[in-house]
Nanobody, 121 residues
Framework: QVQLVESGGGLVQPGGSLRLSCAAS????????MAWFRQAPGKEREFVAF???????DYADSVKGRFTISRDSAKNTVYLQMNSLKPEDTAAYYC???????????????WGQGTQVTVSS
């Protein structure tokens, strides 16, 4: 069974930065598409970013230019560097793994437990 464990969330002031990590095990990491989604209270889970096996990436319009997704195949870990954070970025952030890159929640079969990011002064 695939295991994904997120870390790095916390409380940060507007304009600040955080780096989320997702450690993966029991999957063929090098050939898997990895993604980050987020879910704010009372809202549906939404796409943030994905990275393919060949390191190509895509982002939600709301985070383009501020967030960067990356992966380290030697460590089986995917990262989300978040800069210029805004209060509207406040959400639980989830790591996901799948066979191919997608912006749809339903296309990912493996999920982490989530890590909370709160942007507030």
């Amino acid at each position: 069974q695939v295991q994904l464990v997120e870390s790095g969330g916390g409380l940060v002031q507007p304009g600040g930065s955080l780096r989320l990590s997702c450690a993966a095990s029991k999957l063929t990491f090098s050939s898997s598409a990895m993604a980050w989604f987020r879910q704010a209270p009372g809202k549906e889970r939404e796409f943030v970013a994905f990275i393919r096996w060949n390191y190509s990436t895509d982002y939600a319009d709301s985070v383009k230019g501020r967030f960067t997704i990356s992966r380290d195949s030697a460590k089986n870990t995917v990262y989300l560097q978040m800069n210029s954070l805004k209060p509207e970025d406040t959400a639980a952030y989830y790591c996901a793994a799948g066979l191919y890159a997608s912006k749809r929640v339903d296309d990912f079969g493996s999920w982490g437990q989530g890590t909370q990011v709160t942007v507030s002064s």
